[in-house]
């Protein structure tokens, strides 16, 4: 299978009912996928990496779908981080009660938005975030619409993270045998066509605005299977500066 060029094409778990059994099973596919992948490991990294002058106080976390990667993340980070408000952006409300209350006794505020990230990203009246924090979702999009998150996250955001699969033979091969985790049949196609839509080289990097000032951007790989991208504001650059 040649995965020389990113080719973004659908994953089923975006176009079937959340409430299919079928995508429930496959989201909580996705949590043990996570653990596989060491995604809570490589966000606290990633932190490291983008020097914030502060804990933030505010996240948005786009394509969050049941929030439930964020909540390990924040729990890792305690209590180093508290008091944080935390918006999660997806066009499906799947986040569970039990989700937003495990939030509520960390002393986060979690806040649910049910919106199609493209519309979000044409709104100018946005609130602003210190943080941005994307995981297996930036894949979706390529072209025009990539560039739009890029800019609009430039725009209402200090810092970005974001965690993708990351095109190589090597992940490939782990997406052919992520069956081996006890996945069904969704999060088995899904994976494949999401390496093939993956990221690899500074291909994030060349979709970022390049007329921004002020920012500090860096790509990596998260060995084995994960692709990085991290961008953050200097602390002298406005956050009001037009875009």
């Not at 932190?47 to 049941?66: T, W």
């Not at 039990?98 to 986060?108: F, H, K, P, Q, V």
């Not at 990203?121 to 995981?135: F, M």
Request: with cysteine.
């Amino acid at each position: 299978m040649d995965i020389s060029s990113r080719r973004v094409d659908p994953e089923i778990l975006d176009a079937i009912d959340p409430a299919d059994p079928r995508a429930m099973r496959s989201r909580r596919d996705l949590q043990r996928v996570h653990r596989a992948l060491r995604t809570v490991s490589i966000l606290s990294q990633a932190v490291e990496r983008i020097r914030l002058a502060r804990p933030p106080r505010s996240i948005l976390e786009l394509g969050g779908g049941d929030a439930t990667l964020l909540l390990r993340f924040a729990r890792a980070l305690q209590p180093r981080w508290q008091h944080v408000s935390l918006t999660v952006l997806d066009n499906q409300d799947v986040v569970r009660a039990e989700t937003s209350a495990a939030y509520r006794s960390l002393g986060w505020d979690l806040q649910l938005v049910r919106q199609d990230a493209l519309q979000w990203a044409v709104q100018p009246d946005s609130p602003h975030y210190d943080l941005c924090i994307t995981n297996l979702f930036l894949h979706h999009f390529d072209g025009a619409a990539l560039q739009s998150l890029l800019r609009a996250t430039a725009r209402h955001c200090d810092a970005l993270i974001a965690c993708e699969p990351r095109r190589s033979t090597l992940a490939m091969l782990g997406s052919k045998a992520i069956g081996l985790l006890g996945t069904n049949s969704i999060t088995r196609q899904d994976a494949v066509t999401s390496v093939i839509a993956g990221f690899t080289g500074r291909e994030l990097t060349r979709n970022w605005p390049a007329d921004l000032q002020g920012w500090s951007c860096e790509e990596y790989s998260a060995f084995p299977f994960v692709h990085c991208f991290t961008a953050a504001r200097s602390s002298d650059s406005s956050a009001a500066a037009p875009l």
